[in-house]
């Protein structure tokens, strides 16, 4: 369903990505891990569809259409979701608010029928219950005062009431204590299943041990060097991306 | 001769010919036009090169050559709908009985019906030197008078300003007289609106006083037409234990300039005055605030915002003034701006000048653009562009907004805000 070929991407005229091969079946989750500086935040970008990437080369189908022609919120109701790195805040922005809002964006571009307050607030009650989070959660400001713990939870939450086809994780396992930790991987595996893949990307093999992907991928240097199953993850704790890339 | 001066000749030759075709002409109300006169004359309208003027040009003004609202336009003019029980409206500047719902229980009359009954009154705020309200009086034919005895819940009460003429450019100047006896608390919601063809001037001056332990929320909505100027001044002086809330959105006209007055002259009176200025291509918006701390113990907030897209201009001045007697004072004041696009421009002038010495007194500004990674970070979750624009400008007015806590008021703001963004920023 997400397949990239041969995909380039630079930024201020730096190449990043230097020509990325990579497929990602319906109902699979991939892992991406790779050093620092290997480009791993610029894919995640790349295909969300931030600005300031110019793709040089190559070509990006989800579901058969060209994901590389479509606005960032056009992807989103897609069915493409990025969980950030480093999610941002909202000042002034309610929680429920946004959450209701591009909730109910996604369903008018896909020609569902929006949902009212009380059907939103029902339904972010049951995720939250899933995701043994609170309620206090959807009254605040959009990760506003929000602990690097909670922003990740709250990526969590988005993620489980937009529910993708594709989510894309771009190192949320960074700044985690274990039990955030685990609350995010449930939220991942809750979601597994023939409608869901995913885009695990991150520099630590521990996440893996409770999100366990169908694939590893080495990305170093903006290129995928090497793809294997879950047990390539093993491998690169125990020697490093060193002997990899020899 | 230069413009200035010319259109200063412009409205003194106004009241010079209006003669006693204005109100009040017998008693002591024509003594006070003609100091108001003598004043103007000497001081003319203000031009850049005086300090609180330098970032806002009359010329357009002093070159319309405006003349009186004469005759009243026959037709009645289309009003926003009622939002409270009360209303008073005024049609370019002059009291609509026909049109109006007056309260009851206290005094609420058309000023220039009421002028002998308000000697001592009218003109009784200081500040009475500045060349606007030095206009206001030589010129004013009416306003609303406000008189609440001691102990007197008057609710919320609307005040609307309609202007009406599209054939020529004319020139109203309404003088508003807000009194609160002891104790007593109103809300008072305004809304100024007019053509968007019609270039008018709308020059009105309040003079508010609330006594001790009284609480006044004051609600400006600044709606005028495209081609309108409104300078509006408000004098207001708060007693021991009283309340002077404004609020003011400015978000009409082509030139606006809201000037406020507050001198808090009793101990543990204290005002908050709070405002967004939403301003789009060829419009310009000023709001100058004074706000004098004369007794101690009193508390002061300020918080103003400015959205400025297109080819706009922004003001924001203001000056807090804490004088020796006014020991533990605590004054804040915060102004943003936020640009959303290359061509607009803000200049803000911040003043502290504290004579006190146990004084809690803060303030602060911001310049800057819509958040590039906010921006993302809404569009990455489906929601168009357009829509996470106005979530967000919406997010950056919300902390000016939250000042405003009674309900009527909130909605008309929130009608306000959206309006704005849907005609003039999308």
Redesign the interface.
Known sequence: MLKIEGLKAEIEGKEILKGIDLEVPMGEVHAIMGPNGSGKSTLSYVLSGREGYEITGGSVTFDGVDLLAMEPEERASAGVFLAFQYPVELPGVGNANFLRTALNAQRRARGESELDAMQFLKMARARLKELQMSDEMLKRNVNVGFSGGEKKRNEVLQMALLAPKLAILDETDSGLDIDALKIVSDGVNALRGPGFSSLVITHYQRLLNHIVPDRVHVLMGGRIVRSGGKELALELEAEGYGTIAA | MNAMTTGSDAFLARYDGLGGRLPGRDGYVAGLRARAAEAFRVAGLPHRRLEAWRYTDLSAVAQAGFTEALTLVEEAPALPPARAPHRAVFVDGRFAANLSRMPEGFRAVSLAGALDAAEGVLGSAPEQGLALVALNTMLFEDGLWLDLPEGTDGGTMELLSVATHTDRPIAFHPRHIIRLGRGSTLTLIETATGPNGAAYLHNPVYEIAVAEGATLSHVRLQREGRKAFQLSTVLASVQAGGTYDNFTLNAGGRLVRNEIHTALLGPKAACHMNGAQLAADGQHADTTTFLDHAAPDCASRQTYKTVLAGKSRGVFQGKILVRQAAQRTDGYQMNQALLLSEEAEIDAKPQLEIYADDVKCSHGATVGAL????L??????????E??RA??V??????AVEGVTDPLAQDALAEAVEGWWEKEAA
């Open positions: 958040d590039e990674s906010q993302f970070y809404l569009r990455s979750r489906g929601i168009p562009a829509e996470a979530m967000l919406q997010a950056f007015l919300t902390e």
